[in-house]
């Protein structure tokens, strides 16, 4: 006899599906909720600032605001403002592109990678601790099965 479970309907699967999405918009949502108000609390900044930061650390050569916007998929203008407060506050300068007038190149300045790495030591204690019921294996399983999910978007 065959188990009526073994072989889930398309009306089942498709259920199951969403289930699973808004299950990680919830765990998203949650988890984004924790670390803005961690970082609030702790630092004084926002997670935005803390991305373009994140994004700057590791390209010491620089990023154009454009590069940044694409990184972290948001407007050129919502980089501005953020990459603005960074100059004024020595965490980051804006630096000519040779040859293109209209660019400029943003870097961290050494008091920006410092306070990034300030930043991010903590910030991956709070991940980790967040994500503290899953061990190794499982979060590696569970990002692999999500990047099925989004390769063939070419995202």
Known sequence: ????????SPQ?????KLRLWLKLLKTTRSVEAELRERLRK???????RFDVMAALSQRPEG???????????VSNG?????????VDDGIALRE????DRRANKVR???KGLDEFDRQASEHEKWVNALLGELDATEAT?????????IRDRGK
């Open 42 to 48: 702790e630092f004084q900044t926002t997670l935005p």
């Open 1 to 8: 006899m065959t188990n009526p479970k073994a072989i889930p």
């Open 12 to 16: 089942a699967d498709n259920k199951a």
């Open 96 to 99: 000519p592109v040779p040859g």
């Open 63 to 73: 990023l154009k605001m454009s590069e940044i916007s694409d990184l972290l998929k």
């Open 141 to 149: 399983n569970i990002t692999d099965k999500l990047d099925l999910l």
């Open 78 to 86: 919502n980089v501005t403002g953020i990459v603005d407060r960074l």
């Open 108 to 110: 961290l300045t050494p």
